[in-house]
Nanobody, 127 residues
């Protein structure tokens, strides 16, 4: 079972940037679809973006498209989330998620698509 550990969260002013990292254990990271979600207390978890296991195909939620970029480094077992032009409404706990990509034919964009989750990292954007 892969384990995920997020890092890179913090406090940033509106308009600033942050890069989150998610490190995975195990030897089969290359075969996983990876995703980022975020959650505000009292609200449902929101899909942010995902990257497929093969070809590095990506898909973004409407609220972050054009500002956030997901990437992966299979040699380092790490997926990244570069967040630019941050807004106060981006404030949330950000979670990394993984699923078997080889057996999946489409992008995963819901909680139920992913079986493995990190513990989350807080991102706070001040106005």
């Amino acid at each position: 079972q892969v384990q995920l550990v997020e890092s890179g969260g913090g406090l940033v002013q509106a308009g600033g940037s942050l890069r989150l990292s998610c490190s995975a254990s195990g030897r089969t990271f290359w075969s996983y679809d990876m995703a980022w979600f975020r959650q505000i207390p009292g609200k449902e978890r929101e899909f942010v973006c995902t990257i497929r296991w093969r070809g590095n195909s990506t898909y973004y939620g409407e609220s972050v498209a054009g500002r956030f970029t997901i990437s992966r480094d299979n040699a380092k077992n790490t997926v990244y989330l570069q967040m630019n032009s941050l807004k106060p409404e981006d404030t949330a706990v950000y979670y990394c998620a993984a699923r078997d990509g080889v057996g999946s034919a489409r992008f995963g964009m819901t909680d139920n698509d992913y079986k493995t989750w990190g513990q989350g990292t807080q991102v706070t954007v001040s106005s």
